[in-house]
């Protein structure tokens, strides 16, 4: 007789195959968790109101979802007690305080595996979403970590950060599907394009860098390219926006031919998990990223991409690229090695199913 499956409940705010953190910490490895577990995933935001959510008017029906999004909250926490573990990435839910997992842990008495890949203990001060962000409760962090039997995490940061609460601590990073993210051939435009990728929380970074991709475009007439869910209108000639769409992402990421990844060195930008500068690298883009975080851990400056601080660097090392196809290919072909060897699915899948096989039997 075949063993019944254990069951996992996966506990995540964004919609399904939306957002980049939770599509590339778990939902790429649920087909495979899914062989030998069976696996259910809840968000707290569905698709339409995800997008709502970030406009800046539509407040009614931004309250509407936010209600609506609490009642299914509600009556799922009615159904737990049928599910072995709790798997939740980030927060059950988007705003106020750890209700929901309390309950979880200590009316129903599952076990939680906590999983974030952002300094989520502190605020993200982005131009956007600030009413969201005012009822946000950063201070839970510390709870669910206490809490959980687990805690996974992107990066050595992080991790330090939970190790204070909770010393079962696993670091998976943020990985890449290489067989998804694939070089095409090469690019035979007549003029480089730079590129940049994120969403409209991120896109503020692009200030750190504007002043130098001014002067590139002067001295050099390249492209530059944003890929996001909004436009930021940047004031450059040769200045291209396409509107991310998961359908056509990665044809949109094949027309860069230098990616560009700068970060503010603050406390929350130390939680980056290095996705930006990842998606470059698989698809053998020679990237070029602040020295903040997990990128040092990432890029070896001058063997699989290029590590930049001040603006004299990002001018030096855009020049480099720009001037030299051979070292485009060179840094682009060693940035995917990196990837398949450290941060790719295929390498990280086992380590997944080895924190759900070592819960279970503890």
């Known amino acids: 007789m075949n063993q019944k499956k254990k069951k996992i409940l996966f506990l995540s705010p964004y919609p399904i195959g939306i957002g980049p953190s939770q599509r590339f910490r778990f939902e790429q490895y649920l087909n495979f968790i899914s062989e030998k577990y069976e696996i259910t995933q809840k968000t707290f935001w569905n698709e339409k109101s995800w997008y709502i959510l970030f406009s800046n008017s539509n407040y009614l029906l931004k309250f509407y979802y936010l209600t609506l999004a609490f009642a299914k909250r509600k009556l799922l926490i009615l159904s737990i007690n049928k599910y072995d573990i709790v798997f939740i990435h980030r927060e059950v839910a988007h705003i106020g305080p750890p209700i929901f997992e309390w309950i979880i842990k200590f009316i129903f008495k599952k076990r939680i595996i906590y999983d974030f890949d952002d300094a989520i203990w502190h605020l993200d001060y982005s131009d956007k979403n600030k009413i969201v962000r005012f009822f946000k409760s950063p201070w839970k962090v510390k709870y669910i970590c206490k809490w959980a039997e687990v805690i996974i995490t992107g990066n050595y940061y992080l991790a ?135 990128n040092t851990e990432i890029i070896q400056d001058g063997i699989n991409g290029f590590l930049a601080n001040t603006e004299d660097e990002w001018f030096e090392k855009l020049s480099l690229l720009i001037e030299d196809k051979t070292l485009r290919k060179k840094l682009g072909k060693a940035g995917r090695k990196t990837v398949i060897e450290k941060y790719s699915v295929e390498a990280n899948k086992q380590k997944y199913l080895d924190v759900f096989n070592s819960v279970l039997q503890s």
């Open 160 to 294: 330090n950060y939970a190790k204070q609460y909770n010393k079962n601590v696993k670091i998976i990073p943020t990985t890449i599907n290489t067989e998804y993210h694939k070089p095409k051939k090469e690019n035979q435009s007549k003029k480089i394009t730079i590129g940049w990728t994120g969403t409209l929380t991120t896109l503020k970074q692009l200030q750190l860098i504007i002043n130098v991709l001014k002067k590139i475009e002067y001295n050099y007439g390249v492209y530059f390219l944003v890929i996001s869910n909004d436009n930021p209108n940047l004031e450059l000639n040769n200045y291209k926006f396409v509107k991310w769409q998961k359908k056509t992402e990665i044809n949109d990421l094949q027309e860069i031919d230098i990616g560009v990844m700068p970060l503010f060195n603050n406390e929350w930008e130390k939680g980056k998990c290095g996705f930006k500068g990842l998606q470059y690298m698989a698809l053998e883009i020679p990237a070029i990223m602040s020295p903040v975080g997990v």
